[in-house]
Protein backbone atom coordinates (compact mmCIF):
# COMPACT_ATOMS: atom_id res chain seq x y z
CA UNK A 1 0.00 0.00 0.00
CA UNK A 2 1.20 3.53 -0.73
CA UNK A 3 3.21 5.07 1.87
CA UNK A 4 0.99 8.48 1.97
CA UNK A 5 -1.87 6.02 2.75
CA UNK A 6 -0.65 4.56 5.60
CA UNK A 7 0.73 8.05 6.68
CA UNK A 8 -2.78 9.13 6.30
CA UNK A 9 -4.23 6.17 8.59
CA UNK A 10 -1.60 6.78 11.50
CA UNK A 11 -2.48 10.08 11.42
CA UNK A 12 -6.23 9.82 11.86
CA UNK A 13 -6.27 6.98 14.08
CA UNK A 14 -4.28 9.12 16.70
CA UNK A 15 -7.68 11.15 16.37
CA UNK A 16 -10.16 10.33 19.76
CA UNK A 17 -13.67 10.08 19.44
CA UNK A 18 -16.26 10.93 22.35
CA UNK A 19 -19.08 7.94 22.52
CA UNK A 20 -21.44 10.03 20.07
CA UNK A 21 -19.04 10.90 17.05
CA UNK A 22 -17.49 7.42 17.63
CA UNK A 23 -20.71 5.64 16.81
CA UNK A 24 -20.63 6.89 13.64
CA UNK A 25 -17.28 5.43 12.59
CA UNK A 26 -19.16 2.46 9.97
CA UNK A 27 -18.38 -0.97 9.57
CA UNK A 28 -15.86 -2.26 6.99
CA UNK A 29 -15.84 -4.95 5.02
CA UNK A 30 -15.94 -3.85 1.18
CA UNK A 31 -14.22 -6.64 -0.85
CA UNK A 32 -12.27 -5.01 -3.80
CA UNK A 33 -13.35 -6.49 -7.08
CA UNK A 34 -9.58 -5.77 -8.17
CA UNK A 35 -7.15 -4.97 -5.56
CA UNK A 36 -6.18 -1.89 -7.13
CA UNK A 37 -9.58 -0.16 -7.41
CA UNK A 38 -9.85 0.21 -3.66
CA UNK A 39 -6.30 1.83 -2.92
CA UNK A 40 -7.02 4.27 -5.59
CA UNK A 41 -10.40 5.15 -3.77
CA UNK A 42 -8.13 5.69 -0.57
CA UNK A 43 -5.34 8.22 -2.45
CA UNK A 44 -7.99 10.09 -2.99
CA UNK A 45 -9.29 10.46 -0.02
CA UNK A 46 -5.76 11.23 1.13
CA UNK A 47 -5.48 13.76 -1.31
CA UNK A 48 -8.50 15.21 -0.31
CA UNK A 49 -10.61 14.57 -3.62
CA UNK A 50 -14.19 13.99 -3.64
CA UNK A 51 -14.47 10.43 -4.60
CA UNK A 52 -17.64 9.69 -6.35
CA UNK A 53 -18.47 5.36 -7.10
CA UNK A 54 -20.81 4.88 -10.13
CA UNK A 55 -22.74 1.42 -10.35
CA UNK A 56 -25.88 -0.56 -9.63
CA UNK A 57 -27.69 -0.88 -6.73
CA UNK A 58 -26.50 -3.25 -4.61
CA UNK A 59 -22.72 -3.31 -6.09
CA UNK A 60 -21.34 -2.18 -2.71
CA UNK A 61 -21.08 1.18 -3.14
CA UNK A 62 -22.35 2.06 0.82
CA UNK A 63 -20.49 -0.84 2.00
CA UNK A 64 -17.16 0.69 0.25
CA UNK A 65 -17.79 4.41 1.42
CA UNK A 66 -18.43 2.39 5.07
CA UNK A 67 -15.34 0.62 4.72
CA UNK A 68 -13.55 4.01 4.40
CA UNK A 69 -15.27 5.06 7.78
CA UNK A 70 -13.66 2.16 8.93
CA UNK A 71 -10.21 2.06 7.68
CA UNK A 72 -9.50 5.48 9.16
CA UNK A 73 -11.26 5.09 12.12
CA UNK A 74 -13.50 8.22 11.01
CA UNK A 75 -17.03 9.46 11.76
CA UNK A 76 -19.51 9.43 8.68
CA UNK A 77 -22.39 11.61 8.04
CA UNK A 78 -25.02 10.63 5.12
CA UNK A 79 -27.06 12.42 3.01
CA UNK A 80 -29.83 10.76 0.72
CA UNK A 81 -30.74 12.98 -1.97
CA UNK A 82 -34.19 13.02 -3.29
CA UNK A 83 -36.14 15.61 -5.13
CA UNK A 84 -36.83 16.98 -1.43
CA UNK A 85 -33.40 17.72 -0.31
CA UNK A 86 -32.34 21.57 0.10
CA UNK A 87 -30.20 23.83 1.33
CA UNK A 88 -31.70 23.03 4.79
CA UNK A 89 -30.96 19.61 4.54
CA UNK A 90 -27.19 19.92 3.70
CA UNK A 91 -26.39 22.73 5.66
CA UNK A 92 -28.84 22.61 9.13
CA UNK A 93 -31.29 25.07 9.80
CA UNK A 94 -32.53 28.14 12.50
CA UNK A 95 -34.07 27.34 15.57
CA UNK A 96 -35.74 28.88 18.15
CA UNK A 97 -34.80 28.28 21.81
CA UNK A 98 -36.31 29.28 24.88
CA UNK A 99 -34.16 29.26 28.49
CA UNK A 100 -35.51 31.20 31.49
CA UNK A 101 -37.09 32.76 29.46
CA UNK A 102 -35.18 34.42 27.14
CA UNK A 103 -35.57 33.32 23.00
CA UNK A 104 -32.59 32.74 21.12
CA UNK A 105 -31.84 31.67 17.70
CA UNK A 106 -29.91 28.93 17.79
CA UNK A 107 -28.87 27.10 14.54
CA UNK A 108 -28.49 23.24 14.15
CA UNK A 109 -25.78 22.43 11.84
CA UNK A 110 -26.65 19.73 9.46
CA UNK A 111 -24.37 17.03 8.27
CA UNK A 112 -22.16 19.33 5.57
CA UNK A 113 -21.55 21.24 8.36
CA UNK A 114 -20.69 18.93 11.04
CA UNK A 115 -18.42 16.68 8.78
CA UNK A 116 -16.45 20.68 7.42
CA UNK A 117 -15.73 21.46 11.19
CA UNK A 118 -14.90 18.09 12.44
CA UNK A 119 -12.92 16.51 9.64
CA UNK A 120 -15.20 13.57 9.52
CA UNK A 121 -16.54 12.03 5.90
CA UNK A 122 -19.98 13.05 4.31
CA UNK A 123 -21.55 9.99 2.36
CA UNK A 124 -24.24 11.88 -0.21
CA UNK A 125 -26.06 8.66 -1.60
CA UNK A 126 -27.96 9.30 -4.94
CA UNK A 127 -26.73 12.07 -5.34
CA UNK A 128 -28.17 12.85 -9.22
CA UNK A 129 -31.83 11.71 -7.41
CA UNK A 130 -31.44 16.03 -5.72
CA UNK A 131 -32.95 18.68 -7.75
CA UNK A 132 -30.06 20.05 -10.17
CA UNK A 133 -30.37 23.78 -8.72
CA UNK A 134 -29.45 22.02 -4.48
CA UNK A 135 -26.26 20.87 -5.27
CA UNK A 136 -24.03 24.13 -6.40
CA UNK A 137 -24.28 25.06 -2.97
CA UNK A 138 -21.44 22.72 -2.22
CA UNK A 139 -19.41 23.75 -5.73
CA UNK A 140 -16.35 25.54 -2.95
CA UNK A 141 -17.11 22.93 -0.85
CA UNK A 142 -15.90 20.32 -2.94
CA UNK A 143 -12.95 22.15 -4.89
CA UNK A 144 -9.91 23.28 -4.02
CA UNK A 145 -11.34 25.45 -1.77
CA UNK A 146 -12.80 23.45 0.05
CA UNK A 147 -14.74 25.51 1.95
CA UNK A 148 -18.66 27.13 2.60
CA UNK A 149 -19.74 30.60 3.29
CA UNK A 150 -23.27 29.39 5.02
CA UNK A 151 -25.94 31.17 3.46
CA UNK A 152 -28.01 30.84 6.62
CA UNK A 153 -25.78 32.68 9.07
CA UNK A 154 -22.71 33.88 7.07
CA UNK A 155 -20.15 32.07 8.78
CA UNK A 156 -17.47 31.01 6.38
CA UNK A 157 -16.04 27.55 7.40
CA UNK A 158 -12.50 26.06 5.85
CA UNK A 159 -13.10 22.62 6.32
CA UNK A 160 -11.04 20.66 8.24
CA UNK A 161 -7.94 18.68 7.09
CA UNK A 162 -9.63 15.46 7.80
CA UNK A 163 -12.98 16.49 6.04
CA UNK A 164 -14.07 13.49 3.20
CA UNK A 165 -16.72 13.63 0.59
CA UNK A 166 -18.11 10.27 -1.00
CA UNK A 167 -20.72 10.28 -3.09
CA UNK A 168 -22.72 7.80 -4.83
CA UNK A 169 -24.69 7.38 -8.00
CA UNK A 170 -26.74 4.79 -10.00
CA UNK A 171 -26.24 6.02 -13.33
CA UNK A 172 -29.25 5.75 -15.97
CA UNK A 173 -31.54 4.79 -12.94
CA UNK A 174 -35.20 5.63 -13.23
CA UNK A 175 -35.92 9.01 -11.61
CA UNK A 176 -32.17 10.23 -11.47
CA UNK A 177 -31.14 13.35 -13.39
CA UNK A 178 -28.16 13.50 -15.72
CA UNK A 179 -25.32 14.57 -13.10
CA UNK A 180 -24.72 18.22 -13.82
CA UNK A 181 -20.90 18.68 -15.99
CA UNK A 182 -19.58 20.72 -13.34
CA UNK A 183 -20.81 19.09 -10.39
CA UNK A 184 -19.59 15.90 -11.53
CA UNK A 185 -16.08 17.43 -12.54
CA UNK A 186 -15.52 18.02 -9.33
CA UNK A 187 -14.85 14.07 -8.15
CA UNK A 188 -12.48 11.52 -9.23
CA UNK A 189 -14.95 8.81 -10.54
CA UNK A 190 -14.74 4.96 -9.49
CA UNK A 191 -16.91 2.94 -11.28
CA UNK A 192 -18.52 -0.14 -8.84
CA UNK A 193 -18.71 -3.42 -10.49
CA UNK A 194 -20.85 -6.45 -8.97
CA UNK A 195 -18.56 -8.70 -7.93
CA UNK A 196 -18.73 -12.66 -8.87
CA UNK A 197 -16.48 -15.87 -8.72
CA UNK A 198 -14.48 -16.58 -5.64
CA UNK A 199 -14.93 -12.99 -4.53
CA UNK A 200 -18.82 -13.27 -4.59
CA UNK A 201 -18.32 -16.68 -2.90
CA UNK A 202 -16.09 -14.65 0.23
CA UNK A 203 -19.12 -12.56 0.73
CA UNK A 204 -21.48 -14.93 1.15
CA UNK A 205 -19.18 -17.44 3.35
CA UNK A 206 -18.22 -13.96 5.61
CA UNK A 207 -21.84 -13.23 5.98
CA UNK A 208 -23.46 -17.00 6.00
CA UNK A 209 -20.86 -19.21 7.84
CA UNK A 210 -23.29 -21.57 8.15
CA UNK A 211 -24.93 -22.01 4.54
CA UNK A 212 -24.30 -25.24 2.91
CA UNK A 213 -21.57 -25.74 -0.01
CA UNK A 214 -24.54 -27.06 -1.93
CA UNK A 215 -26.41 -24.04 -1.47
CA UNK A 216 -23.68 -21.76 -1.65
CA UNK A 217 -22.65 -22.96 -5.53
CA UNK A 218 -26.56 -23.81 -6.71
CA UNK A 219 -26.81 -19.83 -5.58
CA UNK A 220 -23.62 -18.72 -7.45
CA UNK A 221 -24.57 -20.75 -10.52
CA UNK A 222 -27.82 -18.77 -10.75
CA UNK A 223 -25.57 -15.62 -10.38
CA UNK A 224 -23.61 -16.48 -13.12
CA UNK A 225 -26.45 -17.48 -15.26
CA UNK A 226 -28.53 -13.70 -14.58
CA UNK A 227 -25.30 -12.27 -15.35
CA UNK A 228 -25.65 -13.74 -19.00
CA UNK A 229 -28.24 -12.42 -19.41
CA UNK A 230 -27.85 -8.84 -18.49
CA UNK A 231 -25.17 -9.13 -20.35
CA UNK A 232 -27.27 -10.17 -23.34
CA UNK A 233 -29.51 -7.61 -22.76
CA UNK A 234 -32.64 -9.75 -21.43
CA UNK A 235 -32.58 -8.72 -17.80
CA UNK A 236 -31.83 -5.50 -15.97
CA UNK A 237 -28.19 -5.17 -14.75
CA UNK A 238 -30.00 -5.52 -10.96
CA UNK A 239 -30.83 -9.14 -11.90
CA UNK A 240 -27.60 -9.32 -10.81
CA UNK A 241 -27.01 -7.76 -7.88
CA UNK A 242 -24.83 -8.31 -4.85
CA UNK A 243 -27.04 -7.52 -2.52
CA UNK A 244 -30.47 -9.48 -4.27
CA UNK A 245 -28.49 -12.63 -4.46
CA UNK A 246 -27.65 -12.00 -0.45
CA UNK A 247 -31.15 -11.67 0.76
CA UNK A 248 -32.03 -14.95 -1.40
CA UNK A 249 -29.47 -17.09 0.37
CA UNK A 250 -30.90 -15.87 3.96
CA UNK A 251 -34.22 -16.66 2.36
CA UNK A 252 -33.28 -19.95 1.69
CA UNK A 253 -32.35 -20.73 4.65
CA UNK A 254 -36.15 -21.10 5.87
CA UNK A 255 -37.63 -21.56 2.37
CA UNK A 256 -37.28 -23.95 -0.82
CA UNK A 257 -34.26 -21.87 -3.35
CA UNK A 258 -37.26 -21.24 -5.74
CA UNK A 259 -39.29 -18.99 -3.69
CA UNK A 260 -36.46 -17.37 -2.16
CA UNK A 261 -34.88 -16.43 -5.73
CA UNK A 262 -38.49 -15.22 -6.59
CA UNK A 263 -38.90 -12.75 -3.74
CA UNK A 264 -35.83 -11.66 -3.43
CA UNK A 265 -34.84 -11.44 -7.38
CA UNK A 266 -37.64 -12.18 -10.11
CA UNK A 267 -40.45 -9.92 -8.06
CA UNK A 268 -37.86 -6.84 -8.35
CA UNK A 269 -37.79 -7.22 -12.22
CA UNK A 270 -39.94 -4.54 -14.21
CA UNK A 271 -41.80 -6.54 -17.10
CA UNK A 272 -43.43 -10.30 -16.85
CA UNK A 273 -40.43 -11.62 -19.36
CA UNK A 274 -37.86 -10.66 -17.07
CA UNK A 275 -39.50 -12.15 -13.98
CA UNK A 276 -40.29 -15.59 -15.71
CA UNK A 277 -36.50 -15.60 -17.37
CA UNK A 278 -35.41 -15.37 -14.15
CA UNK A 279 -37.63 -17.89 -12.91
CA UNK A 280 -36.17 -20.63 -16.00
CA UNK A 281 -32.92 -19.69 -15.39
CA UNK A 282 -33.94 -20.85 -11.63
CA UNK A 283 -35.62 -24.25 -13.12
CA UNK A 284 -32.34 -25.52 -14.43
CA UNK A 285 -30.72 -25.93 -11.16
CA UNK A 286 -33.42 -26.48 -9.04
CA UNK A 287 -35.78 -29.25 -9.55
N1 LIG B 1 -17.72 -5.61 -3.00
C1 LIG B 1 -18.41 -5.88 -1.89
N2 LIG B 1 -17.78 -6.15 -0.72
C2 LIG B 1 -18.49 -6.42 0.41
N3 LIG B 1 -19.82 -6.46 0.47
C3 LIG B 1 -20.51 -6.20 -0.67
C4 LIG B 1 -19.84 -5.90 -1.89
N4 LIG B 1 -20.78 -5.70 -2.85
C5 LIG B 1 -21.97 -5.87 -2.24
N5 LIG B 1 -21.82 -6.18 -0.93
C6 LIG B 1 -22.88 -6.46 0.02
O1 LIG B 1 -24.11 -6.31 -0.68
C7 LIG B 1 -25.07 -5.56 0.07
C8 LIG B 1 -25.41 -4.28 -0.65
O2 LIG B 1 -24.30 -3.41 -0.66
P1 LIG B 1 -24.48 -1.81 -0.63
O3 LIG B 1 -23.17 -1.22 -0.28
O4 LIG B 1 -25.65 -1.45 0.21
O5 LIG B 1 -24.81 -1.54 -2.19
P2 LIG B 1 -25.14 -0.15 -2.94
O6 LIG B 1 -24.88 0.96 -1.97
O7 LIG B 1 -24.21 -0.13 -4.12
O8 LIG B 1 -26.57 -0.26 -3.36
C9 LIG B 1 -24.42 -5.33 1.45
O9 LIG B 1 -24.82 -6.37 2.30
C10 LIG B 1 -22.94 -5.44 1.16
O10 LIG B 1 -22.26 -5.89 2.29
MG1 LIG C 1 -26.28 2.30 -1.19
Redesign the pocket.
Known sequence: MDPIILNERTKRLARVYDKHKEDLVQEG?????VRHLWEDVLISAVLKKPIL?K??????????A?SISHFFNQPMHSVNCSVDLDAESLLGFKTINTTDGQSIIEFVEGPVVQAMKEGHILYI?EINMAKPETLPILHSVLDHRRMLTNPFTGEVIHAHPDFTVVA?I?EGYVGTSPMNEALKNRFISFA?P??SGE?LRE?IQT?FPQAETALVDTMMNINEDLKKQVLNGLLAEEAA???SL?DAIALAGHMPVKRAIQYAIAEKMDDRMERELVMELVETWVK
Open positions: GYISPLGPSGSGKTKLQDANIYLQILSVRL
